[in-house]
């Protein structure tokens, strides 16, 4: 736990939390961005209660290459064909917004001018 700050601070669990999440999250739904987006970063996030800490685990998700990888084909995903799994485009874009130049660099180039 030290690794992750002093372990009497609230932020030190919810910097340990963001980063196991994401963690999880990149083994778990590597090999489909679209349902990591929706169902895992605002879908779930929502249910079970640590939407507060969402951009925290995309910070971290956004260091692991496989996870980078889904989340762009993901979002591609999602602009092409809607979304699937009850999440809305408005949600997407605003989670995603601060993290368009990152993903960009992972989506092919004649889709990219769809994405911005």
Do not use: F
């Amino acid at each position: 736990m030290a690794g992750y700050g002093n372990p009497a601070l609230s932020q030190t669990w919810e910097n340990a939390y963001a980063s196991i999440k994401a963690k999880l999250l990149a083994t778990a739904s590597a090999d489909d961005g679209q349902c990591l987006i929706e169902v895992y970063l605002i879908t779930g996030a929502r249910r079970e209660g640590w939407a507060h800490l969402v951009n925290d685990v995309v910070k971290q998700l956004l260091t692991m290459p496989r996870a980078l990888e889904a989340l762009a084909e993901g979002w591609q995903e999602i602009h092409e064909y809607g979304c699937s799994y009850g999440a809305t485009l408005p949600e997407v874009e605003a989670l995603l917004q601060p993290y368009t130049a990152k993903l960009q660099e992972r989506v092919s180039v004649p889709n990219k001018q769809r994405l911005l």
